[in-house]
């Protein structure tokens, strides 16, 4: 076991919690964002273990669990795992593919007090949400999983990931979210790392497609404003500057994968000289104050120009730093999404390459 490093001089606290509860999924979307090597059943936390960090995170601050995967319901103390966060004053939201979920554990669930559903959809045409999710039928089965949802009194949030076989049906997905009675639909265009990065010149829109795709959500949040929230979140291989990754590098959350590990985003374990320390053997605290990884780039000081005399470090903290790593080979280097990074120029020739007209396959992770 490792010494605790001292703690820096000022963390915060974090809102939020992202629990991987499994890597199990019946769907192989191309688009992943789960690690390329997964972690096997195995691995996985125990319902102890996992009800341990559920209560430190209670203690620590944190305000919301994000119960995640892989597919949740493939793990069968679900349940007992939502209401034991509910007993400790936690706000939960299960994110679902829908696949596995049946109407009785929608019904249980809600027994449990599980707070909101937020449920993936991978396109408004059924044909193509199929073929992205290589699952025969899914798109019928979230039509009747969403009916479900609603009737047993769940806030449903819609999420669409969009890439170029969807891209020009980004107002389809609004509607279709609306037609399901959604109260927020969450527009994210594709974040190309984990498993995403090897598909990314099938992935890759057009920067006229994502432009006009963009502008059609734009309309829709007036259009639609009071009726249901949309949340747009932008393309970094077109954007002019980057976000603020999670809010700032173990600034606002914490990431626990299937095993333990605790990770300051769901994709840093791309960056492969950080250490991760694992619940099985430091409290979340400690973890969250003194571990090397959510010390290595919290905050501003560990920044080199540009971004260290610029006016937007405490806006987007520099951007992604698996993103930088993956284009620049330096996890500390300016996000390239940045028009003021000296790789934007790479960032953008690749958006141009991979997004020219070709015959594309999926690389589908079995």
Not at 101 to 125: C, F, P, R
Not at 134 to 145: E, S
């Amino acid at each position: 076991m490792n010494t605790p490093l001292p703690s820096p001089p000022s963390t915060g606290l974090p809102i939020g919690l992202l629990a991987e509860l499994t890597h199990r999924c019946p769907l192989a979307c191309p688009y992943c964002s789960n690690p390329v090597a997964l972690e096997g059943r195995g691995t996985e936390l125990s319902t102890y273990d996992w009800k341990r960090v559920f209560s430190q995170a209670a203690k620590l601050g944190v305000l919301q669990v994000h119960l995640s995967g892989g597919e949740p319901a493939a793990r069968r103390d679900l349940v007992d795992l939502v209401a034991h966060c509910a007993s400790v004053g936690l706000y939960t939201n299960l994110i679902t593919s829908g696949i596995g979920v049946t109407e009785k554990l929608i019904q249980l669930l809600a027994d449990a007090e599980l707070d909101h559903i937020q449920l993936s959809i991978q396109d408004s045409d059924a044909e193509s949400a199929d073929k992205i999710a290589g699952y025969k039928g899914a798109f019928a089965k979230k039509q009747v999983i969403a009916g479900w949802i609603k009737e047993n009194g769940f806030p449903l949030t819609v999420n669409a990931v969009m890439h170029r076989a969807n891209i020009t049906r980004s107002a389809g997905m609004v509607e279709l979210a609306m037609s399901l009675g959604a109260s927020r639909v969450e527009i994210a265009h594709t974040q190309y790392y984990g498993w995403a990065l090897p598909n990314r010149a099938a992935l890759m829109p057009s920067r006229a497609a994502t432009e006009m795709a963009v502008a059609d959500v734009e309309a829709l949040r007036k259009r639609y404003a009071g009726a249901i929230i949309i949340d747009l979140v932008i393309p970094d291989y077109h954007a002019t500057y980057p976000k603020a990754c999670m809010g700032g590098w173990a600034k606002q959350f914490i990431n626990v994968t299937p095993s333990g590990k605790v990770l300051p985003c769901h994709a840093s374990e791309t960056i492969p000289d950080l250490e991760f320390w694992n619940v099985k053997d430091y409290d979340l605290h400690t973890i969250w104050r003194s571990s090397p990884a959510f010390n290595a780039y919290r905050g501003t000081a560990w920044m080199a120009e540009p971004c260290r005399s610029c006016d937007r470090r405490e806006i987007d903290y520099g951007g992604c730093r698996c993103q930088a790593f993956a284009l620049t080979g330096a996890a500390s280097a300016t996000d390239p999404a940045c028009i003021k990074s000296p790789s934007h120029a790479l960032m953008t020739d690749i958006a141009v390459a991979d997004s020219r007209p070709k015959t594309y396959t999926y690389i589908y992770r079995r």
